[in-house]
T-cell receptor, first 110, second 113 residues
Framework: GQQVMQIPQYQHVQEGEDFTTYCNSSTTLSNIQWYKQRPGGHPVFLIQLVKSGEVKKQKRLTFQFGEAKKNSSLHITATQTTDVGTYFCAGNSGNTPLVFGKGTRLSVIA | NAGVTQTPKFRVLKTGQSMTLLCAQDMNHEYMYWYRQDPGMGLRLIHYSVGEGTTAKGEVPDGYNVSRLKKQNFLLGLESAAPSQTSVYFC????????????FGPGTRLLVL
């Protein structure tokens, strides 16, 4: 079945440093979604990418979808303490449910 | 608009006991999902439903049953709880299967002793 791998599992950064998490699928995806889960909270949708090579920005967050639609990345510029949490990518194709990566837990040291 | 709600928020069970987790959504979504979240394992799909009266198995369905008698509700049952089912359970809903946001409930923390 479809697998979505995400690295790194953990990332500790100093406040102000940049952060990137990477997502790779075993199959071609029709879309990739990113979710954020704050400590003790539930996953919250951030963004969806559907086009090959697509790049979207949300303030300090930049999301990319690979040309082959099998990989994606989330980059945060100048991290802040409010960025703390676990970031999940999730994708699917055809008439199948979303498959989530295992997530990257981000810690920001002030 | 409450979105997706889950009851209970927290529960402690003894091995062999049964319980039902309730998920309700007020967004008129066709699709509903149950996930479990364990440390380092991400979100794993247990069962899902594509509409009232339907259910389908996800990645880790063993030991769980589900029912979708009403469109707005999705129940997850544990007939005989095991310590391996200690986890945080999240319910989610969406209006279709692909290319749409999933909305998650606040979660139920379950401890099986």
């Amino acid at each position: 079945g479809q697998q979505v791998m995400q690295i790194p599992q953990y990332q500790h950064v100093q406040e102000g440093e940049d952060f990137t998490t990477y997502c790779n699928s075993s199959t071609t995806l029709s879309n990739i979604q990113w979710y954020k889960q704050r400590p003790g909270g539930h996953p919250v949708f951030l963004i969806q990418l559907v086009k090959s090579g697509e790049v979207k920005k949300q303030k300090r967050l930049t999301f990319q979808f690979g040309e082959a639609k099998k990989n994606s990345s989330l980059h945060i510029t100048a991290t802040q303490t409010t960025d703390v949490g676990t970031y999940f990518c999730a994708g699917n194709s055809g008439n199948t449910p979303l498959v989530f990566g295992k997530g990257t837990r981000l810690s920001v040291i002030a | 608009n409450a979105g997706v709600t889950q009851t209970p928020k927290f529960r402690v069970l003894k091995t062999g006991q049964s319980m039902t987790l309730l998920c309700a959504q007020d967004m008129n979504h066709e699709y509903m999902y149950w996930y479990r979240q364990d440390p380092g394992m991400g979100l794993r799909l247990i069962h899902y439903s594509v509409g009232e009266g339907t259910t389908a198995k996800g990645e880790v369905p063993d030991g769980y049953n589900v029912s979708r008698l009403k469109k707005q509700n999705f129940l997850l049952g544990l007939e005989s709880a095991a310590p391996s089912q200690t986890s945080v359970y999240f319910c989610a809903s969406s209006y279709r299967l692909e290319r749409v946001t999933q909305y998650f409930g606040p979660g139920t923390r379950l401890l099986v002793l």
